[in-house]
């Protein structure tokens, strides 16, 4: 079960230490994820040049790689950096944005898996399913099945990889491939906001940054967006409005208030 | 004229079946568009990379190509995935952004024309007439003109392409070089939303992928995004406000509230 | 000290003359430096094609280089830009993003600064001062020291470049190597909406477009963005409202009340 104390210390920690997470990342997700890093208490850099991402990784607390907008020249900074970073026992995060939609995103999924060794690999539930079977596919890069589903694919891919395996979705669940554990907040709203997901891998990032534990990291940062999205959700008028409302929410929400609404 | 209750069909149609719009885009609007597709019920991609964009392509509903800020990579992903798109019958739509500003842009516009064949080219007056006549100039990616002064040059573009054409601006044009219908609704400021264009394309295409009439298709999709507009821009503060509430109108507005305020 | 009724008269002509504002900038930057820019009545263009960024600066009324997500390939197209632009005696504004943080970064600002000779220079204390001495380390792309600490970097960059230098901070300074000014307007929630520092340097190149004097026209542009700060900043419930209340503000704000709240 998640501890509350250690929820809201990690949150505290985020705001204190304001990590800096290297962001290499999709075009669609580089605005909100930065402006969700910043409300939240992180440093977010983006920055994909094979010139420098070794240097820039080298000084943040996490890398979080994101596939959702790849092609062959930002692949090969993404391995430079990803290889640097874990090498040096820093933290890496996979997002595999679309695994299964093309052959070529679940390649590049697992040649950034084998040769990166991310800490933590954060997903919708087809994406993480069409990393453990060659015969799921995904509708573009939304999921196509329900979290519930992916358990078992979380489970396999943790114990494969060595990774914690986030599936995100109406339930989220996070694994090492031992333990399971679920969060059940959020709103139905959030899917309609895009990059919603890559968000919470950044925000994976910067927790995991500032928690060792890439277990326990990991849970909390996703219980921060689902509590987040769920208070932003109160009252919105839509999608647009929840967007906003969301960053809002990260720069106000106390680990009182988290503590508080979190449920698993 | 305008069917209304084939316009309530077929935005019933895009929340029902949630076309999967593969859309290879610019920088400035891919957020925007990508939020724009989900509240309407659609599911967007975003994807670039010369080794996926033709399974992409194969399995979207519609693939919007959108050259705003065109490179000569990216212009060969979009040939690929506009070649393989309409050599299968798909539906390829052309945003021309900034024909006529620079030589190269024009010349990109007519290349992706004559290889990709596109079943609909949306752009603002300048780029519409800037297609049709070399002695057009836009300043940048605004209009320089009204849309009345491109109804001729996108009949002319219609014939000679067999695309449907669509002019957006303060009376949109869409026709098919024979027919010429016009929509009249819209706010003064939604040209102060960057990137609003560019998302009219992305709807078009979200239309035409659940109706494969192109040009009612072109119809229904301006029809919504000048009626949302419209409505959003009610007692907004200014532009950010109607980047917002423009998302959250699309999400909520309903079939009959589409019917009852279009205008032609 | 600056001088209200200019103040006034150049907010006027931004909205009057509506300058093309070609800006070749980060990702992160791109949506919301446009939408910026078409608040206040300017008209923005992103473009970094190698085949057309001479032609695009060639007709824009400033060049806003900003090397947030640089890469080897954006690179020559920047310097083939402002190489064009400053040869033709034209605007080329430098924001030298993340400078400090990696050696590349520096480096690469560096050579636009001997190739291009920007007109401005904006940045960050760290950025300001890492240009200046190779000791400063920055902290990804947010400054780790406050404005103050760079006034003299700044004054030794422009007299060492010629070029007028604007340190942002919670106070700024504009200076030409022999004058500097101050403003004191803003907010602390400035700086947690990403790009904001992005976007006055687009806003430095739309005044300096419409004004020939670049330290007045840096001066100006930077005291619209404090005053649209903290104005927009008053009552909102974050920094994700504190984006879209500063872009309604752009819109809003007229030269009187501009004048009235701008502290030096």
Redesign the interface.
Known sequence: MLNKENLKRDLALVREKSP?V?NIT???????S??AL??VGA??????????VA??AG??GALVINI??????WVESMIIAGKSKSSAGGVVVLDPV?AG?????TEVAWRIIEDCHPTIIRGNASEIMALVSADVKS????SSCSSDAAVDSATMLAKRTGAVVVVSGEVDYVTDGERVETLRNGSPMM?????MGCTASSMVGAFAAINSDAFEASLHAMALMGVAGEVAAKG??????L??????????ITGDELADIVRQ
């Open positions: 800096l290297h999709n075009y669609v997700a580089m605005n909100f930065a402006n910043l409300a440093s977010p850099v983006m920055a994909h040049a094979a010139d420098e240097a820039m000084i943040a959702g907008t790849l092609d062959a020249e679309g939609a093309t052959s070529y995103r509708k573009g890069v939304d899917p309609l906001v895009t990059a919105v008028a839509g999608p647009g409005s967007l906003t409302a969301f960053v809002d929410t990260l720069y106000n």
